[in-house]
C-alpha cells in the first residue's frame, strides 16, 4: 500500500531541492567535504533519518546502566566532578615531590607521576645509555629510596597516586608498595593507576624492553596480584592516548585501545581468574582532541563497546566489569610553539570535551606543551581550566549532556561500528598479539599518520598560526621551564648511596630468585617487592631478565 | 642518481612519528632513505652514515638531548674523515640552542613546522652546495687499516 | 682487523659503481682499501637469503652475523630493498634487525635500494659483493629483496642459497614449487615455533624427495637463535665444500648476458627505419598485429613466433 505520509528522508531531499540547491547556487559553500580529524565526512545537517538505527533503550539508555553509553555512574559529576590530575616529573625525586605538593597545594585532587626516559626503558641512571637523559623528561628514579622520596609527606591512603610506566611498571609497583609498607600504609587502601599498558607500546609509543609475549606475562602477573591484594588499585590503564598522537584515527585510538583490553583479559582469564575478580579495575586512558564532536561521540563509543564486549564475549556479570572507566588528557600534538598562548584554548576546549563525554580524571596540558616540559605557571593555568570547567560552565549539572544529538548519536554508533569492524578483523588475523607480531597495527596507524599528514599539508586542516593567520613577527616570550643540568649529578650521587648502603649478596640473591621465578610460571610480583626491598635497582633487575626473556627488535613499517 | 639519506632515531624515547613520516616524504621525493630503527646511540648512527654513504644525516630528537647527542655524532664524523657528509636535525629543538647546533657544524634545524616539502626542498639544497662527490677521497687516505689476508 | 677507513672506502666504492660514476676495476684501482692490484680470484664465501616477505630473512641473516662472528669471520651484509616504481625513492629497513652488530668493525652492513632491476637484487649489487670480498670480508650475506616472486638472480652471485619460508604464508611452500628447488641449497622453515611448521618442513622434503639434488631442511626461530646452530654447521660444510655451485653460477651468468644481448639487438632493430614502416602500416591498419610481429622477428633473424 502506498503511503502519503511523507518521512523525514523525503522531508530533507525536499530541503535540499528546494532551500538549499537555490541558494548554493548563489552563493556555494567553502568545502564540497567537511572531514573530522579522523577523516570521517560528515553530513550537512543531521536528523531523526539519520539515527533511524539507533535505538533508545538499547544503544543509549541510562548512565550506570548497560551499555553505558552516557556515563559509568548514575549521578556522574553531580556526586563530585573528575579527578584533577595534572602530571608532574622533573630532575630528583626531591624537584617533583617539590611540584606535587604545590599542584596538591592549589586543589588538585590526584597526583601523576612522569618518569625519565632511562627510568621508563629500565636503565638506571648511571648507565651509558642513559646519559644526557636523566631528569629531563620526567623524575629518575632508580630505587625505592627514590620513590620514598617522590612521595614523601603526601598521604598515599587519601591522594590517589598515577604512574605513567609501561616496559618496567611491575618493578615501580613493586617500588610502590614498599614504599607504603615502609612508611605504614595499609595496602588495602591504596588508590592509583599504574599505566602497566605495554601492547600500546609496539603499537604506538615504542617503549619496550622484552618482546610481546614475556611482557605480556609480566602484566599478567601485576594484574592477577592486583585483584588479591590491592581492592582498590588500578592495575593497568589501557592506552589510547598514543596511537591517536602517533596519528591515528579516532577509529583506531577506540578500537586498537580495547583490543589490547581484549589481549589483557584473555590473558588473565587464561591464567584462571573469573572475569569479574579482575575487570572491574581495568582502567583506560584516551586523549581528547581537538575536533569537539568527534570526541565526545568518540568516549561514549568506547564506553558502549567496552560493555558489550564484556557482556558478550567474556560473559562477565558484573556491572562494574561492563563499565569503562577512564582517564583523559588534552592532545599534546595539537599544541603549538608557535604564540603558545594559544594553546590555552586549544587546550580548553579539549577539556570541555573530555567533560562532555564523561571522562573520570584529566590532565590538562601545559600552553608551553610544545617547546618543554610544563613550568609551574603553565600548570596553574591547567589546572585553573579545570576548576573553571567544574565550577562555572555548568556542565557538571547534567549528565551526558550532547547524548541524543542527531550528529553525536551518528558519530558514536559509527565509531562503534569501526571498533567491531577492527575486532572482527584482528580475530580472523590471530588475536591481538599476533596482530602486534605481524606489525598489522603499527601498518595501518603508520597509513593513518601519513593521510592524517597530508590532509593537514592539502590544506584541508588548518593549524592556527602555522597553517592559517602566520604572523611572521617574533614569537612572543614565554619562560620555559629550566632544565636544571645539576639534577642528573644529584640523581648520581642518590644512587651511588644507594649502592654503597645496602647489603651487596643480598641483593644478588633476590636478583638470582626473580630469574629463578621467570623461568617458571610462578606469580613474578612477590619476587620483585622483596628485590626492590633489598635496593636492587630498576635497572638490575631488568638487566638479570634479559637473557630469559630476550630483548625486543621491531621491524619498522611506513 | 638518487640522494640517499639516513633517518635517525636516537635517545632513548619511542617518539618516530615524524622520522617515519619524514622516511615515507622523501621516499616520495625520490630519495633513498636508510631507517635506523629506534633508540640509537652516536656511534651507532656515525657507523650506519659511513656503510651507507648517505648524503646527508637526519637526526630527529625530541628527548631533550640535542645538545649531548649531536656534538658526539659531529665529533665523530670528523674522526673518521667522513665530514663531508651533511648533517641536519628536526624534532623539539629550542630556538636557543640553534645556533649553538649551527655552529658545531650541524647544516639545518627543522623544527615541527616545517613542511616536509621545506625538509625536501633544504636537503636537495644542501646537497647541491655541498656538491658531494661520493669518490671525492678516492686516493686520498693510505690503505692502513686495510685487511690482512 | 678491518678498520673504520675499510668500512668508508668501501662504502663509498659501491656508490661509485651503484651510480655508475666508475665501473667495478675503476673502484678497485681508485680506493686504498682494497690495497693494490686487482685481484682475480674471489675468496669470501657468498651466501644468498632469499624468500618471501615477512619471512624472517633480517632477523636470520642478524642471527648468522653473530654466529660466523663468534668463529671470528668477519661479515659483510648486502641488504637489497624494493625502489617504487613511480617515484624510485625506497626506505632501506633492513639493518634495523641487525643492529647490535652496528659498533662490530667486523660487520658492514649495506642496504640497497633495487633501482627497479627485477630478480631480487640490484643492478649493482654483484660488484658490491666483489668489492666487499676485495675489501677482506671472509664472508658476504646477500639478503634479496624478498617481494614474493621467484627471485634468480641470486644463483649469479651466491656460492650458497637458503631459502626461507615461515609456517604461516599459505602460498610460501606454493612459491617454492613455482620454482626456488632449483636454486635453494638450504630450505629454513622460520618461526617454527608457529602451527603448521612441521606440515610445511614435511611438505618440504617430500618436495625435494622428488627432485635430483639432496636439499636440507631445517627449522629455525630467528627470533630466541633456536635451530641457528644447525644452520650455521650446514652452511660451514657448504663453505667447505666442493665449489659446484660455480657451474651453476657461470650457466646463469652466460644465459643471462645472453638474454640481455638479445633484448639489446630486439630494441635496436625496433629503432631503425624499416621497423618503424611496418610499425607505420600496423598503426594504418594495413597489418594485423600478428603480421606486424613476425615481419619484425624476421628482422631479428629469428623464427616468427606469432600465433
Known amino acids: 500500500m502506498q503511503t502519503t505520509e511523507k518521512t523525514i528522508a523525503d522531508e ?33 545537517v543531521y536528523t531523526p533519518a539519520h539515527v533511524e538505527d539507533v535505538d533508545f533503550t538499547r544503544d543509549i539508555g541510562f548512565p550506570g546502566q548497560f551499555p553505558y553509553t552516557r556515563g559509568p555512574y548514575p549521578t556522574m559529576y553531580r556526586a563530585q566532578p573528575w579527578t584533577m590530575r595534572q602530571i608532574a616529573g622533573f630532575g630528583t625525586a626531591d624537584d617533583t615531590n617539590e611540584r606535587f605538593r604545590f599542584l596538591i597545594a592549589q586543589g588538585q585532587t590526584g597526583i601523576s607521576t612522569d618518569f625519565d626516559m632511562p627510568t621508563l626503558m629500565g636503565y638506571d641512571s648511571d648507565d651509558e645509555r642513559s646519559e644526557g637523559e636523566v631528569g629531563r623528561e620526567g623524575v629518575a628514579i632508580d630505587s625505592v629510596d627514590d620513590m620514598l622520596d617522590l612521595y614523601a609527606g603526601i598521604d598515599l591512603e587519601k591522594i590517589s597516586v598515577s604512574m605513567t610506566i609501561n616496559p618496567s611498571a611491575w618493578i615501580l609497583l613493586a617500588m610502590y608498595l614498599v614504599t607504603a609498607e615502609e612508611r605504614g600504609f595499609d595496602r588495602k587502601k591504596l588508590s592509583g593507576t599504574i599505566q602497566n599498558d605495554i601492547i600500546k607500546e609496539y603499537i604506538a609509543q615504542k617503549e619496550w624492553v622484552y618482546p610481546p609475549r614475556p611482557a605480556m606475562r609480566l602484566v599478567r602477573d601485576s594484574i592477577t596480584y592486583s585483584a588479591e591484594h590491592l581492592p582498590r588499585y588500578n592495575p593497568v590503564n589501557v592506552s589510547g592516548y598514543h596511537a591517536r598522537e602517533a596519528g591515528s584515527t579516532a577509529i583506531q585510538e577506540v578500537a586498537f585501545t580495547l583490543a589490547a583490553g581484549i589481549a589483557y583479559v584473555e590473558e588473565v582469564v587464561k591464567a584462571g581468574i573469573d572475569v569479574d575478580d579482575f575487570a572491574p579495575r581495568l582502567s583506560f586512558f584516551f586523549v581528547s582532541q581537538i575536533d569537539f564532536l568527534e570526541e565526545v561521540a568518540k568516549f561514549r563509543a568506547a564506553r558502549r563497546v567496552w560493555g558489550r564486549v564484556m557482556k558478550d564475549r567474556f560473559g562477565a556479570k558484573k556491572p562494574e566489569s561492563m563499565r569503562l572507566r577512564f582517564h583523559c588528557q588534552t592532545a599534546g600534538v595539537s599544541c603549538t610553539a608557535r604564540e603558545p598562548l594559544n594553546n590555552i584554548a586549544r587546550t580548553a576546549i579539549e577539556a570541555l570535551a573530555a567533560v562532555c563525554g564523561g571522562a573520570q580524571s584529566l590532565h590538562t596540558n601545559g600552553y608551553d606543551e610544545a617547546l618543554s616540559i610544563p613550568s609551574e605557571p603553565a600548570m596553574k593555568i591547567a589546572l585553573r581550566t579545570q576548576q573553571i570547567l567544574a565550577d562555572e560552565v555548568g556542565v557538571i549539572g547534567t549528565i551526558d549532556p550532547l547524548g541524543g544529538s542527531y550528529a553525536i548519536e551518528r558519530l558514536t554508533t559509527d565509531i562503534e561500528k569501526g571498533c567491531f569492524d577492527y575486532f572482527a578483523e584482528v580475530d580472523k588475523r590471530g588475536g591481538t598479539i599476533k596482530c602486534i607480531e605481524d606489525n598489522f597495527f603499527q601498518m595501518e596507524l603508520a597509513d593513518a599518520a601519513y593521510d592524517l599528514h597530508r590532509r593537514k599539508e592539502a590544506g584541508e586542516r588548518h593549524i592556527v598560526t602555522v597553517t592559517k593567520y602566520r ?45 629463578r621465578v621467570a623461568k617458571t610460571d610462578e606469580n613474578i610480583m612477590p619476587a620483585t617487592i622483596a628485590a626492590v626491598k633489598a635496593r636492587a635497582t630498576g635497572g638490575e633487575i631488568i638487566k638479570a631478565l634479559r637473557p630469559v626473556f630476550g630483548t625486543y627488535v621491531e621491524t619498522p613499517v611506513f | 642518481m638518487p640522494i640517499k639519506v639516513l633517518v635517525a632515531k636516537p635517545g632513548l624515547d619511542g617518539h618516530d612519528r615524524g622520522a617515519k613520516i619524514v622516511a615515507r616524504a622523501l621516499r616520495d621525493a625520490g630519495m633513498e632513505v636508510v631507517y635506523t630503527g629506534l633508540h640509537q646511540t652516536p656511534e651507532m648512527i656515525v657507523n ?19 645538545m649531548t647527542i649531536f656534538p658526539k655524532i659531529m665529533t665523530m664524523l670528523s674522526e673518521r674523515e667522513v665530514d663531508d657528509i651533511a648533517v641536519v636535525g628536526g624534532g623539539v629543538i629550542q630556538e636557543d640552542d640553534i645556533p649553538k647546533l649551527k655552529a658545531i657544524g650541524v647544516r639545518e634545524i627543522f623544527n615541527a613546522e616545517a613542511s616536509t616539502q621545506d625538509l625536501i626542498d633544504g636537503i636537495e639544497r644542501i646537497v647541491a652546495e655541498t656538491g658531494r662527490d661520493r669518490t671525492r677521497r678516492a686516493s686520498t687516505g693510505s690503505a692502513q687499516g686495510a685487511p690482512a689476508r | 682487523m678491518i678498520g673504520h677507513r675499510v668500512h668508508r672506502d668501501l662504502a663509498r666504492a659501491i656508490s661509485a659503481v651503484e651510480n655508475g660514476i666508475t665501473d667495478y676495476r675503476g673502484a678497485l684501482a681508485q680506493f686504498a ?45 648486502i641488504a637489497v630493498d624494493p625502489s617504487s616504481p613511480f617515484t624510485h625513492g625506497a626506505v632501506l629497513g633492513d639493518r634495523v634487525r641487525m643492529q647490535r652488530h652496528a659498533g662490530d668493525p667486523g660487520v658492514f652492513i649495506r642496504s640497497m635500494a633495487s633501482r627497479s632491476a627485477g630478480g631480487g637484487l640490484a643492478p649493482a649489487t654483484r660488484d658490491a659483493v666483489r668489492l666487499a670480498d676485495e675489501a677482506g670480508f671472509d664472508i658476504v650475506i646477500v639478503e634479496t629483496v624478498g617481494v614474493g616472486q621467484v627471485e634468480l638472480e641470486i644463483v649469479a652471485v651466491a656460492d650458497v642459497i637458503v631459502v626461507v619460508t ?50 636440507p631442511v631445517l627449522q629455525t626461530i630467528a627470533q630466541d ?3 641457528v646452530s644447525e644452520l650455521l654447521e650446514v652452511l660451514n660444510a657448504k663453505r667447505n665444500g666442493d665449489d659446484t655451485n660455480a657451474v651453476r653460477a657461470v650457466r646463469f651468468e652466460v644465459v643471462r648476458r645472453a638474454r640481455d644481448e638479445a633484448v639489446r639487438r630486439a630494441l635496436a632493430t625496433l629503432d631503425t627505419h624499416d621497423a618503424a614502416a611496418v610499425l607505420d602500416r600496423l598503426r594504418d591498419h594495413e597489418l594485423t598485429r600478428n603480421d606486424a610481429i613476425d615481419a619484425l622477428a624476421l628482422m631479428l633473424g629469428g623464427p616468427a613466433h606469432a600465433h
Open chain 1, 12 to 44: 530533507l531531499r525536499e530541503w535540499e531541492q528546494r532551500t538549499l540547491l537555490p541558494f548554493t547556487e548563489r552563493r556555494p559553500e567553502s568545502r564540497e567535504v567537511f572531514r573530522t580529524q579522523g577523516g570521517a565526512a560528515l553530513e550537512r
Open chain 1, 471 to 515: 604572523d611572521e613577527s617574533a614569537n612572543p616570550h614565554v619562560e620555559l621551564h629550566h632544565v636544571d643540568e645539576a639534577a642528573s649529578g644529584r640523581q648520581l650521587a642518590r644512587l651511588r648511596k644507594t649502592k654503597e648502603t645496602r647489603d651487596a649478596a643480598a641483593v644478588q640473591a633476590a636478583l638470582d630468585e626473580i630469574v
Open chain 2, 48 to 66: 650506519a652514515a659511513i656503510q651507507e654513504d648517505v648524503d646527508v644525516v637526519g637526526v630527529s630528537i625530541l628527548s631533550g638531548a640535542h
Open chain 3, 33 to 77: 682499501a682494497f690495497g693494490g692490484p686487482v685481484r682475480g680470484d674471489r675468496r669470501a664465501d657468498v651466501i644468498g637469503i632469499t624468500g618471501p616477505p615477512g619471512a624472517g630473512k633480517s632477523t636470520l641473516v642478524d642471527r648468522l652475523i653473530e654466529g660466523f662472528r663468534a668463529d671470528d669471520a668477519t661479515v659483510a651484509v
Open chain 3, 166 to 215: 615461515v609456517p604461516a604464508l599459505g602460498d610460501g611452500v606454493q612459491a617454492i614449487k613455482a620454482g626456488l628447488t632449483e636454486i635453494a641449497d638450504i630450505f629454513v622453515v622460520n618461526m617454527a615455533d608457529r602451527p603448521g611448521a612441521n606440515a610445511s618442513a614435511v611438505d618440504l622434503k617430500h618436495m625435494v624427495r622428488e627432485g635430483k639434488r639432496d636439499i
Open chain 3, 225 to 227: 637463535g633456536t635451530g
